[in-house]
Each structure stands twice: as structure tokens, then as C-alpha cells.
């Protein structure tokens, strides 16, 4: 297969069996590859127009009856000619169209393809295709609200004006440095500095709305954690309400993590039943312990489940990500004994997961915390790390620009305002090497 062939293909819906099959192609011989398929004339295929046909293979056998539309440059989503197949969802009929698009020597696409060339073609920019990839994963339906925003341009948008913002203010510094008198330097640096403000608050919004996307696109993983036999796994059923962790009175019967997605008012929570920790020579143990440690570090929100039938294994976990103490087993307490944990620790919550007491508690504290690290309200999300990390460097020139030392020398406030507009040209695919080219796309699935 000749790897430099510019026309490619891909399943661009699941695979497996379903209604239908979306096959893309996309590139300068996709129209005659569909004339060839279909056994028509390439010129009753017009732009953007559905056309039923039959597709027929090399010894003219018909493979299937097929919902086909032609995109010509460069209106498509790749701005390169482009066909759409919508096929029967038989794996069987799939690949015998994809025979024959090798046999006509088309190349299967890369991961991203059609969206790396939807960038290169200047269909959309870098931040409109981490975008798209934030829409694919999202987990909610908040996620694919703010992703789908994102990806119509609303995020390059608001970028493009910051960008703009600085351009501006390092017009006014190199205006002055060129031409103006020393007598005018004070009112500019006044007006730059009042701009670089505003703008460097922007940014800093925007660095922070990344955590608050992922919480919102992804969900939030809760993890329930504490040592043996403490009753994680009733809580858990509990919460659920339905009996999906095993419960004995046996220690060490939670050997894996066990995930569960639910709603809590409008957060889609991941809930995560954990081994309990300990130390112990079982083998098969020890490695339930090793994935609890990984679901702890991966966690949005810990449950630290305590027995609070004994004044035993208190302490607290070795992290710093937000934690929520609870008391188990308040089936077995006297009131006295439940004020007292209580007044113990009054942020802690009392639960029986046996009768289901405290439940309710437990979910004001968890919309509590969760709505503590979702404190923004932006009508813009960035959607990747790519991003804040990109964003962070651009900060970090602007503070620099208006830190004390560099104040009233204008030579340099311009050195660092180019420093952070440039942050801006590769954050939106101005200025963008290959190898990073290659990260962004290669995590996406090979049909987009």
C-alpha cells in the first residue's frame, strides 16, 4: 500500500453491528472512488446532496444498498473533497467496502486525520480540535455542552481577543520606544499597564476553568475508602441503591475497585468501592490495596469511611485532595454516642448504610465540596492541558511585564508582552511543530 497515497479512509461510527456504518473518504480521489463504487457518472454526485446507490465490488457483485454524499472542496469538514457512505451496520458489508477501497489504492486513515486536515486546511484551529476530541470523550451532558461550544468557535474567539488585547497594548509600547517624546511615557505606561490587568485576570480565569471543565465533561470520581470490614461496601450499595459490591462480615472481601456512575442533583458522579487498607502477605489482597492507592490518587473527592464502633484506624489519609469523614455502623450507637463523634468532628457525617440514615447528609456535603472546586460560572472552558499549560506561560510573561523591576522600561514590558503573544500564536496553531501536531491527533479514534 503506497503509505504517500493522499486519499484515505475510516469507519467513522462504532464498530460492531448496529443500523448503520459511516464510512469517510476523504481526499483528491474520493469522488472517483465513489463513481467506481457506485458504477455512476461523478457528475450525478452533486455537492452536499444524499443520493441512495448500490455498491458493487471488482467482480460486480452488489454488496450493499448505500445512503451516499459528496462534499466538494472546500466545503467539507476536511476542506479536501470528501464522501460519506452510510452503510448497513454489519461488520461483513464494512469490510468488503473497505476491500475495495484498498483495492482501488486508498490508505487507511491515521488517528485524527480528518480533523488534522480540517486544521491544516484552516477549516478550524488547534483549539477547535482539542475541542472536538473533548466532545468525543465528554462523560456528561454538561461536558458536551461546553464542548460542543468550544468546538463552534466560542473559545478561539475569546483567545483571538486576548490576543488582539496584547497586540494592541505592544503597538502603544513600540509607538512610544519609535516616535513619541519621553514626556508621553507616563500616561502610555499607565494605559498599557490598566490593559495587561484586565487581560492577565482573563487568562488567569481561564487556567482555572481547565479543572472545572474536566470535572463537568469527565464527571467526578468519589472514591469510598478506609480499612477492612469499616462497612465501605454497604455504603456504597447503599448509595446506589442496589446491591452491587459484595457484603460479608468477612475483612478483605473487596478485592478490586468496583465503579458505579450516578447523579447527584446536576453532577454525574463516578462512585468507586475500594479494598480496604491494610497490611497483609496475601498476595491477591495486596494488589486490591495497590489499585485502592492509584484510585486515591486519581480521586475528585475521597469518602474516608471510619467504624465508629471503635476508636481504631483514625488517622488520617496521606492526601490532600478534598476528603469527607464518615462514621459507619450508627445502627449500633446510642444517641449520646453518635453526639459525641459529632461534636468530635463536626464536619464529619454519620451514616448507617445498613437502615440508610445520614444519606441524605452525606449528599449536601458532597455537593458542598464539589460545587467548592466547580466555583466558576465562564461562558468559556479551555479543554485541554495543551492549553493551561500554554496559558500558564503566557501569565507568567504578563506578570513579569508588571513586575516592579521592569515597570517604566518599556524596551521591557515589549520583550515580555512579544514573549506571551507568541504563548497565543501556539496556543491557537499559529506557529505549531510536528511533533506536537502528532500528540494532539494521535489520541484521537481514527474515523475523526
Known amino acids: 500500500m ?29 469522488l472517483a472512488t465513489l463513481s467506481k463504487l457506485t458504477t455512476k457518472n461523478k457528475h450525478v454526485f452533486k455537492h452536499g446532496t444524499t443520493r441512495v446507490c448500490n455498491i458493487f465490488n471488482k467482480n460486480n457483485i452488489l454488496v450493499d444498498k448505500v445512503v451516499v454524499v459528496f462534499y466538494h472542496k472546500p466545503k467539507s469538514y476536511t476542506g479536501e473533497d470528501m464522501v460519506e457512505i452510510h452503510a448497513h451496520g454489519n461488520p461483513l458489508i464494512t469490510h468488503s467496502i473497505f476491500n475495495e477501497l484498498s483495492n482501488f489504492g486508498l490508505r487507511p486513515a491515521d488517528p485524527g486525520e480528518f480533523t488534522r486536515n480540517a486544521y491544516l486546511n484552516n477549516k478550524i484551529d488547534l483549539v477547535q480540535a482539542e475541542a472536538v476530541l473533548s466532545l468525543i ?84 470520581r468519589v472514591i469510598i475508602v478506609g480499612t477492612p470490614n469499616v462497612g465501605k461496601s454497604t455504603l456504597f450499595n447503599a448509595i446506589l441503591g442496589q446491591d452491587r459490591a459484595i457484603v460479608t462480615s468477612r475483612p478483605g472481601t473487596t478485592r478490586d ?7 447527584i442533583l446536576n453532577y454525574s458522579i463516578f462512585l468507586v468501592d475500594t479494598a480496604g487498607i491494610r497490611e497483609t502477605k496475601k498476595l491477591i489482597e495486596s494488589e486490591g490495596i495497590k489499585k485502592t492507592k492509584l484510585e486515591i490518587a486519581g480521586a475528585d473527592l475521597i469518602y474516608h469511611v471510619l467504624d465508629s464502633t471503635t476508636k481504631k484506624n483514625n488517622k488520617k489519609l496521606p492526601t490532600t485532595t478534598k476528603t469527607i469523614t464518615i462514621y459507619s455502623k450508627s445502627d449500633l450507637l446510642s444517641k449520646q454516642e453518635k453526639e459525641s463523634l459529632i461534636r468530635g468532628n463536626n464536619e464529619a457525617v454519620v451514616v448507617s448504610g445498613k437502615l440508610g440514615m445520614g444519606l441524605k447528609k452525606l449528599t449536601q456535603k458532597t455537593t458542598k465540596a464539589i460545587g467548592s472546586s466547580i466555583t466558576q460560572k465562564e461562558s468559556v472552558y479551555i479543554t485541554s492541558k495543551r492549553q493551561q499549560t500554554i496559558l500558564l506561560n503566557a501569565f507568567k510573561a504578563l506578570n513579569s511585564a508588571q513586575s516592579p523591576e521592569v515597570l517604566g522600561q518599556l524596551e521591557l514590558i515589549s520583550i ?33
Not at 503509505?3 to 453491528?17: C, F, Q, V
Open 257 to 263: 475497585a468496583i465503579e458505579s456512575a450516578l447523579q
Open 137 to 220: 470523550n465528554a462523560q456528561t451532558n454538561k461536558g458536551v455542552e461546553l464542548s460542543i461550544s468550544s468546538a463552534s468557535g466560542s473559545l478561539s474567539s475569546h483567545l483571538k481577543e486576548l490576543r488582539g488585547s496584547l497586540i494592541n497594548a505592544l503597538s502603544h509600547v513600540e509607538y512610544e520606544l519609535d516616535i513619541s517624546e519621553m514626556d508621553n511615557h507616563r500616561k502610555t505606561l499607565n494605559l498599557v499597564v490598566r490593559d495587561l490587568e484586565k487581560t492577565t485576570n482573563h487568562i488567569n480565569n481561564l487556567i482555572k476553568s481547565y479543572n472545572t471543565l474536566r470535572l463537568l465533561r469527565d464527571g467526578i
Open 2 to 30: 503506497n503509505k504517500k497515497e493522499k486519499t484515505y479512509y475510516a469507519l467513522s461510527s462504532p464498530p460492531g453491528r448496529s443500523a448503520t456504518a459511516n464510512i469517510r473518504i476523504s481526499g483528491p480521489r474520493s
Open 416 to 448: 515580555h508582552l512579544k514573549d506571551a503573544i507568541n504563548q497565543f500564536d501556539w496556543l491557537l496553531g499559529k506557529t505549531t511543530a510536528d511533533d506536537v501536531l502528532n500528540t494532539i491527533f494521535s489520541d484521537f479514534c481514527v474515523g475523526k
